[in-house]
């Protein structure tokens, strides 16, 4: 059996000073790529980088991509399974990580139309782009059908619209997939996206195979959450519904799981049991703002992860009474998803300047940072791994427990929901790193309120040089450049 590739999580000796300057409180200690920590060892860089483009800054690294997303395929081809991996572009904007995906062999997954648009400008082949959109208005629908990129096809009135767009035309079929809502019970969650089997299975009876304008190339799912055996549950109906449209003479060649493929920021699961028992503690204030319980989170620490995490659905047992893997190899189809987060981990990190010490008018001291909370933020209640203090040669304040709060006008304009202890207290112009947030936690959310403009976004090369990710100049938030816009 093949290991699986590890990520490189290799100490240095200077690790410990590295995160000497501040911890959570409790700590949760974050996997560090070794790129961060050259990085994070040289302040005169760090401040020099938010001194030419702002502060925060997103600093890129995707050498870890290609990495992660041989786990996965390893574990595949283990397996005896075909696995094409489509990279989710909405897990981050920047166009280096379209040109990463595409250098380590892989296709690109996409969410809207201007994400469409960069891809197949940056000459991205239309049969390497899935569009997935969760809404698709008709000029999206249009430039899909166009190009030629394959289609998810989400519920009746979307396969009408299509309908509409390619009626009387002599082209040849399009490449669509149906997206299938798997059926809710305890343990499978409902969903907003795809219909039923039997939805599907009505609507592809009324339609001939050999005429349509529509190829049913695929069937395909989006499931929130992370669970291996309701993920091969919606397999296992997946499977059932590829019979059916075979049955009537169409030709689905794969089946897409879609993304939800689990990664760890942590490596230390006592950490992570003990965040939970503090969080938890009755009669205590906690270590979240004011005591306020967090109620949802990503896992930040998980057991099967990418590699392992996949060999264990493949190896789950379908209603056949055959594995996953042996089911798939049965109908000759390939296996497809669309990894964000997991795919970059290791890829990513976030730079933010202190601007001011202060405190609650009850006491509680605060650490004012220059950025906002939309711009290390997913859906989640917070992002619980613990930042890293770098100093750059300011005189210090005492040691102290603190929050770091942002730059809106928000009573609870907080950056992290946590207590952050600086045991050698912290400087005006030092450097806040908030590590391993290259997926969904840089853009997913950021908002340029109050005319504050969005982050901006470099590259870091092998060389250890840096420059500026080429979405930005195509952003109409970019920061505002007083020798450029006057």
């Known amino acids: 059996m093949t290991t699986p590739l590890p990520a490189d999580d290799t100490p ?6 590295l995160r000497s300057g501040c911890a959570g409180a409790p700590p949760l200690t974050a996997r560090l790529e070794p790129w961060m920590r050259e990085l994070l060892a040289d302040p005169a860089t760090c401040a020099g980088l938010l001194e030419t483009y702002g502060s925060p800054l997103n600093v890129h690294e995707f050498s870890a991509l290609a990495r992660n997303a041989a786990e996965l395929t390893a574990a595949a081809t283990e397996a005896g399974v075909d696995l094409r991996i489509f990279v989710a572009r909405k897990a981050n904007k920047t166009l280096e990580l379209v040109s990463s995906a595409r250098e380590a062999g892989h296709g690109i997954d996409v969410g809207s139309h201007r994400e469409l648009d960069q891809v197949l400008d940056l000459g991205v082949p239309a049969e390497e782009v899935v569009v997935t959109a969760a809404i698709k208005p008709r000029p999206l629908l249009q430039r899909a059908l166009g190009s030629g990129s394959l289609l998810v096809l989400d519920n009746l009135d979307e396969a009408a619209a299509v309908d509409a767009l390619v009626a009387g035309t002599a082209a040849p079929q399009h490449p669509v ?5 798997p059926r809710p019970d305890q343990a499978l969650a409902p969903t907003r996206f795809g219909e039923s089997a039997a939805t599907w299975r009505d609507w592809a009876a009324r339609r001939d195979a050999a005429q349509d304008p529509l ?4 069937v395909h799912f989006h499931l929130h959450g992370y ?3 309701t993920r091969a549950a919606a397999l296992d109906e997946a499977l059932e519904l590829v019979d059916a449209l ?7 060649r794969f089946l897409d799981i879609g993304g939800g493929i689990p990664m760890s920021y942590l490596e230390d699961a006592e950490q992570w049991a003990a965040f939970w028992e503090a969080h938890d503690a009755p009669g205590a204030t906690g270590p979240t703002w004011r005591g306020e319980p967090l109620r949802q989170v990503y896992p930040y620490h998980q057991q099967l992860v990418r590699g392992s995490w996949l060999r264990r659905l493949l190896a789950e047992r379908t209603s056949s009474g055959s594995s996953v893997a042996e089911a798939l190899r049965e109908r000759g189809l390939e296996l497809r998803c669309e990894p964000g987060r997991s795919v970059l981990d290791g890829c990513g990190m976030t730079l933010a300047r202190v601007v001011q010490r202060t405190a609650t008018s009850d006491g509680q001291a605060l650490v004012g940072l220059e950025m906002n909370r939309t ?3 997913s859906t989640s209640d917070d992002f619980l791994v613990d930042p890293l203090l770098v100093r750059t040669g300011g005189t210090p304040s005492e040691p102290f427990d603190a929050f770091l709060v942002g730059a809106y006008c928000i009573e609870a304009e907080l950056i992290q929901r946590r207590r952050v202890r600086f045991p050698g207290g912290v400087a005006i112009g030092d450097v806040i790193a908030l590590p391993n947030t290259a ?3 840089m853009h997913i959310l950021e908002s340029a309120s109050h005319q504050i403009p969005l982050a901006s976004n470099v590259v870091r090369t092998a060389t250890g040089e840096h420059h500026r990710d080429r979405i930005d100049a195509v952003s109409p938030l970019r920061p505002w450049d007083p020798a450029r816009d006057g």
Request: a positive charge; glycine letters at 12%.
């Open 246 to 252: 075979r049955g009537q003479g169409h030709h689905p």
């Open 227 to 229: 669970d291996v055996r």
């Open 12 to 17: 240095t000796p200077d690790d410990a000073a």
């Open 177 to 181: 997939a149906v997206r299938l809502a």
């Open 439 to 441: 997926g969904y936690l």
């Open 375 to 377: 711009q290390c933020r």
């Open 215 to 218: 190829r049913i190339d695929g």
